[in-house]
């Protein structure tokens, strides 16, 4: 196991950070705890994968952190602001500016063109685009030739761009990715993830990203790992073969215990 | 399967419901125009209707026709002749019966009733068995009467008061001696009954010891037919004519029903308007269901089941909904036409007062289409639910709600349209009553070619009305975007606001038009500052001009007096005015000759002088009603008008011919002109008479005005009607676009747009298509009323086209304000849609 203490990487600094996060569902015997007092940091410039099986919580940590979503205890900070205190209309102002997303269903508005789509969330600011970076976004995902295309118009795996290139075009302070290639055949896939460590690789950008897929996963620098609301222990640099044993032996453990 | 349908029908609650509210939409508006009218036709029925319990056989005066050079007379019904009724075999009784106008004051001197009719009759004896009295005894003498109980009730007078009532000018102010019940409809419908003794009713009405009417009752054993054959015996044939009250009742029916026809007709193409709108949102509701649920439909396909069975599924869905909505709707319904009428009410629109009628028509009406209509509008979104392929259960792909080109329907739609715009402009080019036809069959024609039409019109229209949406930044730039997604739906719900708001604003541009037209006419032919005349169009005494003509400060007075005459053996009414003064109250144009009115000199119109080949200077000769013959000559001929034409002569010569002299009307022209001091003085002098009118030209505008917006209010509640179904088609059709964008809002609101921005783009886009359907309507209904009137100007000189300016912002007004209301359930219901579970959604 290459699992490493948190401590030793405290050298850069922290885009988002989850303490003692708890989140519960109803009240009495139907209740249900989806988090348990986790805390987490994600790192500016890093690739995470949050993993674990169906119901362990990962998504709903990710739309936390991400201010989708609310929680019931703890404090979840992206930067320096602290969600649990936000109303409503700050947290969508915040989620404009400063977060990224990307959603498994594509999730692209049909009436408007790949290039609209890309700069909605400006537009929606009424901020001007960056010129200069959103030609280095499009380039990288390479839809050039199709900016004046309809989402009905491009495949899958093109629309998915489109919304890499959506959640990069506003330059945010961190992305997030809710199974982004869930829907995508394997070579499609590829080139997502591939654009997303691009941009955590060469243009500094912060990803964090929900996956179930172990070869998903060997793409980001760092994998959490979730099982029953909490986190259950953390690999650098995997690969899909190291996530992969981690699973069948956690799983082995699950069925034994 | 049976199961399988009505399980999907309960699954899915909410979605049940938005299509229970369509479909009920549809039947409401159709019930709640046929309460409506139905209840409006049977006031206004009931309010003509008259009981014949207590007459077995009525004798009337036989009338005469005019014949060569005599004016034919009515013959008088005696007291002898009411005796020797009285004294034939199978006679019980007989009684006369006296009628004429009589007007009311309340206690403010107001017209008790005002608009219906104010009437006056005999009490028979010391007690008429027609008229049970609640309190007090039979009336005798001019100073005392009998007033109904709903008019007591009214106007708050009971039994020893004094009231202030007038028969033909004079004022009277007898005392209330007695309360009495009728079921004479003309109260019901919120009239007056005065009644006098017998006597004093003859002398009042003018009739001295005669009557309108003897009624008969059998004695018992005698038939209606025996008594009716006795008096036949009895009574000389030539003078009277007798029917059974059998009879009585059923001329009265026919004459009723087919006064009422037209009314019902009118109506009833406002029902099957709304039938028709109606339909189409219930078609565009099921289809947007069939287009959400293609997954389970296909599924139900893979798993085993034959295309029938789904399309049976849709169907017995169908057929569900149908029969809850059905009854629904028609509760709606009789909640929508109770609220119209009470509304009209309010507004003091004068409908005639009578209970709310549900009828079994219309509660089979409702049925039949909710469940028909449905059924019907069901099935082609059934069998295209039976051509999905069983593999789209396996798609994730939300399934387009319909990609079918619109290639076919724009075609048709521009051929329709085409014929008919030709047919209509043919139409205004044809005379009057030719051209009435065949504009009809156009304006359907071209409504129909526009409804297809409206989804390619959407586009363009709504394109216009993008720099304004700029303004409003991403919101609007969506809501724009939006609204022109679905063609289809988009034309589906704004025309609901189109058929209403075209009929109304044709209505509405016809009617201010022929109103400037007549206003015209009216006030410019006039140079007098008063005319007066009766409340209810009855003629007045000479007496009153004999007044106004002493009263302080009046110049010149002319009555405008009627008499039948023959000429060249043909009727011609006579109008004898003061020929002095006439030449200043009247503005005349005139053709030829001088308007001299005196002696053996008058002045005709130009359409009589045509008919009879009169020029200034032409002699002829005239057969009083007495018989007597007379030459006059031509002095002049003068443009006539609606208002004023004829023969007018001097009242000199005609006073000696005339049994009973009555004027139309009385015009006055004062030293001062007309203000409200002197109208004043004129009211006084003529004793306030509640019944007599004095009105300066601008009441007179005012009356005509007041006559076509009593018309346009029943229209407008109407449009009420189709108003509250477009606003709630609206919603509908929001509701369901914001439950189908679910998704695509929970994204918006992810990546960050405020809850108001996501409000302000479900208003904007309800907004805008509000606003497209009121530009099609308002602009339909000027055409129709430009066209329209073409058609009156061929029979009307003076007609032309007047658009209210004011009222059509004002529909536009009304459109956008349906938008906004419209879209603020569906904006809250989007705004606060849960984020994560929308993305989620697939």
């Known amino acids: 196991m290459t699992t490493t203490s948190v401590a030793g990487r405290t050298a850069a600094t922290v885009a988002a950070r989850a303490t003692d996060l708890s989140k519960i569902y109803g009240q009495g015997e139907t209740q249900v705890v989806a988090l348990d007092r986790v805390s987490v940091e994600f790192r500016q410039a890093e690739f995470t994968a949050i993993m674990g099986p169906s119901g362990s919580g990962k998504s709903t940590l990710m739309h936390c952190v991400a201010g989708l979503d609310t929680f019931s205890s703890g404090s979840v900070r992206i930067g320096d602001t602290e969600l649990g205190s936000l109303k409503d209309k700050q947290l969508t102002r915040l989620r404009r500016d400063k977060i990224g997303f990307i959603f498994q269903a594509f999730n692209l508005l049909p009436t408007l063109t790949a290039l609209e789509n890309i700069t909605l969330p400006m537009d929606i600011a009424g901020r001007k685009p960056d010129k200069r970076w959103l030609d280095t976004v499009i380039d990288m995902v390479g839809l050039s030739g199709r900016l004046g295309h309809r989402p009905s118009q491009l495949s899958g795996g093109q629309q998915q761009r489109v919304a890499v290139a959506r959640a990069l075009a506003s330059k945010p302070d961190i992305i997030f990715g809710d199974e982004p290639t869930g829907n995508l055949d394997s070579r499609s896939g590829a080139e997502v993830l591939g654009f997303l460590r691009n941009s955590v690789r060469e243009l500094g950008q912060t990803v964090v990203m929900v996956t179930h897929d172990p070869v998903a996963a060997a793409y980001a620098d760092r994998v959490v790992f979730l099982a029953d609301g909490r986190i259950v222990d953390e690999m650098i640099r995997p690969t899909a073969e190291t996530v992969l044993d981690f699973m069948k032996q956690f799983d082995a453990k699950g069925r034994t215990s | ?842």
């Open chain 2, 1 to 842: 399967m049976f199961r399988t349908a009505l399980r999907n029908v309960l699954a899915h609650k909410a979605r049940l419901l938005m299509t229970v509210l369509a479909v009920m939409l549809g039947v409401a508006f159709v019930s709640g125009t046929l309460v409506f009218t139905n209840s409006l036709s049977t006031a206004l029925q009931n309010s003509s209707a008259k009981g014949f319990d207590q007459v077995d056989v009525a004798v009337r005066p036989e009338g005469r026709e005019d014949k060569g050079d005599t004016v034919g007379k009515t013959p008088e019904l005696t007291q002898a002749l009411l005796d020797r009724s009285a004294r034939v075999p199978g006679a019980a009784s007989a009684f006369g019966v006296v009628r004429g106008f009589t007007a009311l004051a309340d206690k403010d001197g107001k017209l008790v009733g005002g608009g219906f009719q104010s009437e006056g009759g005999n009490y028979w004896g010391t007690k008429d068995p027609r008229y049970p009295l609640v309190s007090g005894h039979a009336p005798s003498g001019r100073g005392e009467v009998l007033i109904d109980s709903e008019t007591a009730k009214r106007a708050g007078y009971k039994v020893g008061d004094r009231v202030r009532m007038s028969v033909d000018g004079p004022v009277l102010t007898p005392t209330v001696t007695g309360v009495f019940t009728t079921d004479d409809g003309n109260v019901a419908a919120g009239g007056s009954l005065t009644l006098f003794d017998t006597a004093t009713a003859q002398q009042l009405f003018g009739k001295p010891g005669t009557y309108d009417e003897i009624d008969v009752t059998a004695a018992a054993g005698t038939s209606q037919t025996a008594l009716k054959a006795a008096l036949d015996r009895a009574l000389p044939k030539d003078t009277v004519e007798t029917t059974t009250g059998k009879q009585l009742a059923d001329d009265q029916a026919e004459i009723i029903a087919s006064s009422m026809s037209g009314l019902k007709q009118g109506l009833l193409v406002f029902a099957g308007i709304a039938l028709f709108v109606g339909t189409f949102i219930i078609a565009n509701t099921f289809t947007m269901l069939v287009a959400q649920r293609t997954k389970e439909l296909a599924l139900l396909r893979a798993v085993g089941a034959s295309r029938r069975q789904v399309t049976r599924s849709v169907l017995v869905e169908a057929f569900v909904v149908g029969a809850v909505a059905g009854v629904a709707g028609l509760v709606a319904g009789i909640g929508i036409g109770a609220g119209l009428k009470a509304l009209m009410g309010t507004l003091g629109a004068t409908v005639p007062d009578g209970p709310l009628v549900v009828s079994p028509g219309t509660v089979a009406t409702a049925l039949v289409v909710g469940v028909v209509v449905t059924m019907l509008a069901a099935w082609l979104p059934g069998r295209r639910a039976a051509k999905i392929p069983p593999v789209a259960a396996m798609s994730s792909v939300h399934a387009k709600a319909t990609t079918k080109s619109l290639v076919l329907r724009n075609t048709i739609g521009a051929l329709f349209s085409a014929a008919g715009v030709a047919v209509v402009l043919a139409a205004t080019s044809m005379d009057g009553s030719d051209g009435q036809a065949p504009m009809g069959f156009g304006a359907v024609l071209l409504i129909i070619g526009v409804f297809v039409l409206t989804p390619l019109l959407s586009r363009p229209l709504i394109a216009a009305a993008a720099p304004v949406l700029r303004a409003f930044g991403v919101s609007g730039r969506l809501a724009r975007q939006n609204s022109v997604r679905n063609p289809r739906r988009t034309a589906a719900t704004a025309s609901a606001l189109m058929i209403g708001l075209t009929l109304i604003t044709g209505m509405t541009v016809m009617a201010g038009s022929l109103q400037t037209s007549i206003d015209k006419m009216a006030s410019a032919a006039i140079r007098a500052d008063y005319v007066v005349s009766m409340a209810n169009g009855n003629e007045l005494s000479p007496d009153v001009e004999r007044t106004l003509r002493k009263t302080d400060g009046v110049t010149l007075t002319s009555p405008l007096r009627n008499a039948p005459s023959r000429i060249d053996g043909q009727t011609e009414y006579l109008t004898g005015v003061n020929g002095a003064a006439i030449g200043r109250l009247t503005d005349l144009t005139v053709e030829e000759g001088s308007f001299t009115v005196g002696g053996d000199r008058v002045v005709v119109d130009d359409e009589t002088a045509k008919s009879h080949g009169w020029t200034a200077g032409s002699h002829f000769t005239v057969h009083y009603e007495d018989g007597k013959a007379q030459q006059l000559t031509v002095a002049g001929v003068y443009r006539g008008n609606d208002m004023i034409h004829g023969i007018m002569l001097d009242t000199a010569r005609l006073a000696p011919h005339q049994r009973d002299a009555a004027d139309m009307q009385v015009m006055v022209k004062t030293a001062d002109g007309a203000s409200g001091a002197v109208k004043d003085r004129l009211e006084k002098a003529l004793g306030s008479n509640p019944a007599i009118r004095v009105q300066d030209k601008k009441d007179i505008s005012n009356e005509i005005a007041k006559m076509f917006t009593l018309m346009l209010n029943m229209l407008y509640g109407l449009l009420a009607m189709a108003v509250i179904v477009a606003v709630l088609g609206v919603i509908n059709t929001l509701a369901m676009s914001v439950f189908e964008r679910s998704q695509e809002i929970g994204m918006l609101r992810a990546i960050g747009l405020e809850r108001t921005g996501i409000k302000r783009m479900v208003r904007l886009e309800s907004l805008v298509i509000s606003l497209f359907g009121g530009v099609l309507g308002i602009g339909l209904g000027v055409f129709f009323g430009w066209a329209a009137g073409e058609l009156l100007g061929t029979r009307m000189p003076t007609y032309e086209l007047v658009l209210p300016w004011g009222r059509m912002a004002a529909f536009l007004l009304l459109a956008a304000v349906v938008g906004v209301l419209a879209a603020l359930w569906p904006a809250r219901r989007a705004a606060r849609l849960n984020m994560l579970q929308a993305i989620k959604s697939e």
